[in-house]
Every structure is written in C-alpha cells, then in structure tokens.
C-alpha cells in the first residue's frame, strides 16, 4: 500500500512537472511573440503612402513608393531615408513633393509594387499610371517598359514579382476601365477586368495569363516558380495560375478569406505573407495572415497595428507598407 501511495505521488509531482514545463514554455512564446518591438521608420515631411518595399541585391534597404511619385531608400546608417527614382518625367519637385492629391499622380506619378532582380541589381516598379518600368542600381528617372497588353492599355498597374532565374515579371493591372484614383468605384461597381500578365525581358513581349479578375491586386511565385499567386481584393481571395506540370496554364482558388486582401509575399520558407483589409465593413476585424504553399493560414500578426498594404517578412523583421500612412512599419 505505502509503494503503491508513493507511486501516485510521485506520478502526482511528474504531472505537475510536466503541466507546469509546458505553461511556462507557453507563456514564454506569447511573451516573445507580444514583445516584438514595433518601430516606425518616418518618412520625409509630408511623404505618406508607403504601399510597397523592396530590398536590393546587396540586402540593403528597404526602398518604398509614396504618394507624391517618388521611391525612397532607407540609410540604415543615418537612420534616415533618401531620394533614389521617380517615375514621371513630368514630374516638378516644388510643385509634386509631399502631395497626396490623387488628381496630381497622373502627372507625379504613384509607384506601388516594387521588386528587385538580384542578378542585374535592377528595381522593376509597377507605376499606377506609367505602366511597368525600371530603373538602374543609381536610381534616377524609371524607363517604361510596357503600357498595354493585346492592345489594351494599362489602366492600373498594382504589384509585381520576378522569377529571379529566368528574369521574367508577372504584375497585375487591376481595371482596364477605372485608374487608381476611381478605385473606390470600382470596388463599389464590383469592377471585373483585373488581369494578370507576363513581362519577358528578353523578348520585351507582354502575355496576359488571366482575365476577368476582381480587382486584382499583389503577386507572388511560389519558391520553385511553379505557380504564382494573384490576389483577387473584392473577391476576398487568392487565384493560383500554374506555370508548370499537368495543371500548367489553369487557375485554381489557392484559398478564401475573410477579409479582402491586398499584397502579398513570400518569404525564405516559402509561406506567404497576405494584408487583408476588412472590405469596408466596420464591424469586421482581420489582421495580416501568414498561408503555407497549401493555402493553409499558419500565423495572424497579433500585435494591432492598424491597416496594412503588406507585410514583407525578412532576417525575422516584418516590414509593414500602408496606403495611408506616414511611415514604414516594422516589427522585429
């Protein structure tokens, strides 16, 4: 009887051991997950809109668009950031800096996706109005690229991403009727004449791979350029066109959401990094959301850190990018 009591002690003190081994690994990995730092790197006075960022191919930046046409970098030295491309040839510093006129990003310009590709240390920018464009490792004044596709002109150019081994573009072009300004409209209208579409920088030719597309919007291959992935924002979904194997050249739903969602991005582990907005409906509270390459949701951002563009996940840091505000986000 006495071994048989102390046995139960003793299975007694284990379980204790063992439940309180593991509340304490729990509330270590809130801890650690609450206490991400939240810094904001401010733009220049009166910069807002930092939809978009995008590292080069030394690792340094991030460098981001804004409202007045202009892509900055930041200085990790001088914590500060600089004027590295534009996007207009029309534009005029005195009359553009610090606007967030959206009737003057026509003339200034409204640079959005942006990403480099690593072998030629180029920044290829999808511009609102200017169309698909690049600029050199010195920055400068962008070159155009393409404008339209099957004779349609671009009319929204949104994001893009770049096969780093081929070099090719696949970028989004959100409405072939309504430009960047009427967007609200067009989310209002249920506008359906998003496309995704190929840019090839060998050939110069543009492809469009899909049509009829809800407000199409941020873009992502998967880390073995199988597939790429649009967002679809009134939609509240992400397609899925094949590039390669017995699916190759159909689209699929890669999954739905309960918000809509804006861009996208893949990080080294190949998961995807969505925003999500909550559609114009107060009452609906969503967060940036973390898919594997199933479409499975692995992680949501727990920290409140107001809407989102996207988030881009790099050495452990999300870098967070906004239509409205002032600052690029960071969480690390």
Known sequence: ??????????????????????LISFFKCVISHQ???????????????????AFDCNGQ???????????????????????????????????????????????????????????????????????????????????QLAISAEGVPFR?????????????V?????????????????????DKTGRLLKYDPRTKKVTVLLRGLSFSNGVALNKDNDFVLVTETTAAKVTRYWLRGQKSQTSDTFTQLA?????????????????QNNCGIPELKVKPIKLNEQGKIVEELSQDVGPVSEVQEKNNS???????????????
């Open 170 to 190: 696949y970028f989004t072009d959100t409405s072939t009727i309504f430009q960047r300004w009427a967007y609200a409209i067009a989310m209002q209208i249920g």
């Open 61 to 143: 930046g991030p460098y981001t668009g804004t409202s007045d046409g202009r892509i900055f970098k930041w200085q990790n030295s001088t914590h500060r950031w600089k004027e590295f491309a534009i996007t207009s040839p029309f534009r005029i510093p005195k009359f553009y800096d610090g606007s967030i006129n959206p009737a003057m990003e026509q003339i200034c310009g409204r640079p959005l996706g942006l990403k480099f590709n690593v072998v030629t240390c180029e920044l290829y920018i999808a511009d609102a109005y200017f169309g698909l464009m690049v600029v050199g490792r010195n920055g400068g004044v962008a070159k």
């Open 156 to 168: 929204f150019t949104n994001a893009l991403d770049i096969d780093q081994n081929t070099g090719v």
């Open 1 to 22: 009887m006495r071994i048989f009591m102390r046995f139960l002690s003793t299975m007694k003190f284990l379980q204790f051991f063992m439940f309180s081994s593991l």
């Open 35 to 53: 206490s991400l730092k939240y810094e904001k790197l401010e733009l220049p006075m009166r910069v807002s809109g930092p939809e978009s960022t």
């Open 318 to 332: 999300l870098w967070l990018g906004s239509l409205i505000y002032s600052y690029v986000g960071l969480l690390n």
């Open 259 to 275: 918000g809509c969602p804006d861009n996208i991005q893949r990080n080294t582990r190949g998961e995807f990094w969505v925003a």
